[in-house]
């Protein structure tokens, strides 16, 4: 057996409770040390939230550690639940996911079977999608993590991999693209990182209609990649390029329409402006077509699909310009 620690980042929601019951459960090996980091902005913004989650570990309470990040992202309180371990191993899973229920004689079987070449090795992620309806877009979405690489949902890495590396990038300051880079890095340092076949469960949460919106923001994560491993980042990390390019040019033309029209170039301006509707009808037809149709999802899609590709260009401009400098992370580790 190959001992091994559990590292939560966790705000406390809701899903945590079954996250920690499934854990508690999983038949084999359990983890020598479970590290929750609370990392909620506020010091203490309900001291009992924690309380009941734990109380379902059982036995496990006793080898588990509280710890608090300060509310700085995940990448910053994995990398605190990292350093608070002494397991060779650190296998770390999102507060909602469940693990299935042989995952701890999985996992051990996984690590066994690692050689000393290997640094990480990435759990199969399951995401459960309706089956009397087509998924809607934010659940087509969540779907995608069961084919991401290295998603840090159930990731288990090398504790020497990750101080060789310095750990996460704490530039990430969201769930998005801080696993991939860490990845990256651990390959860059020589490692090998395999798949493992160990199963856990990533359910679809609840989302308001304004989720995809503010999925943009990582678009200036993908502004750090671009700046920290190359252009080609996406080949090497397969990651999907997305619609980017459409999204410039959509917001280039929405742009170009308006100062045509406001220098009186009106009939330029309405070809710009027909083009800049042509790309923005097509993008939200490609969201509503493969989805339920329901009167509440299209109109979702309608109210995004507009707002989305400025949201999308601003993010990624100005994360260009913000991490222009970026230097590499063991330059600027703490």
């Known amino acids: 057996m190959t001992a091994y620690a ?71 309180a994995r990398n605190s639940g990292a350093r608070a371990v002494t397991a060779p191993w650190v296998a770390f899973l999102d507060d909602d996911v469940q693990v299935g229920p042989h995952w701890c004689d ?35 979405g969540t779907a995608g993590l069961a084919r991401a690489r290295w998603i840090t949902a159930d990731m288990a890495f090398r504790a020497e991999a990750l101080k060789q590396v310095g750990g996460f ?12 880079d860490l990845a990256l890095r651990v390959l860059d ?14 359910p679809v949460r609840p989302a308001d209609r304004w989720v995809s919106l503010r999925a943009q923001r990582g678009n200036a994560d993908d502004a750090l990649m671009r700046r920290l491993h190359g252009p080609d980042w996406w080949e090497k990390a ?15 033309t ?21 083009g800049w509707a042509a790309g923005t009808g097509e993008f939200a037809w490609a969201r509503i077509a493969p989805g339920p149709r329901t009167r509440y999802e299209v109109h979702t899609m309608l109210a995004t699909s507009g707002l989305i590709p400025p949201a999308a260009s601003w993010h990624w401009t100005s994360g260009l310009w913000r991490h222009r ?10």
């Open 6 to 76: 559990v590292v939560i980042p966790t705000l406390a929601r809701d899903t945590l409770a079954d996250c920690l019951a499934a854990l508690a459960a999983a038949t084999g090996p359990k983890p020598e040390e479970i590290v929750l980091v609370d990392d909620r902005p506020e010091p203490d913004p309900d001291p009992g939230a924690l309380e009941h989650p734990l109380s379902i570990l059982g036995e496990l309470r006793e080898r588990t550690l509280v710890i608090h990040s300060g509310g700085r992202g995940p990448a910053t």
């Open 238 to 252: 397969a990651a999907p390029r997305g619609r980017l390019r459409k999204h410039l040019a959509i917001t280039a």
């Open 189 to 202: 340092a020589g490692w090998y990182i395999g798949q493992g076949r160990r199963t856990t469960r990533h």
């Open 106 to 140: 999985q996992l051990s079987q996984d690590l066994v079977e690692a050689d000393h070449e290997t640094g990480g090795v990435q759990g199969v992620i399951a995401v459960p999608l309706p089956g009397e309806r087509r998924p809607t877009d934010w659940e087509r």
């Open 169 to 180: 990038d704490e530039r990430f300051r969201r769930a998005f693209r801080e696993d991939a």
């Open 254 to 274: 929405g742009l170009a329409a308006c100062a045509l029209a406001l220098t009186g170039h009106r009939r330029a301006a309405a070809v710009a402006a027909l």
């Open 325 to 334: 400098d970026a230097a590499p992370w063991l330059e600027v580790a703490p």
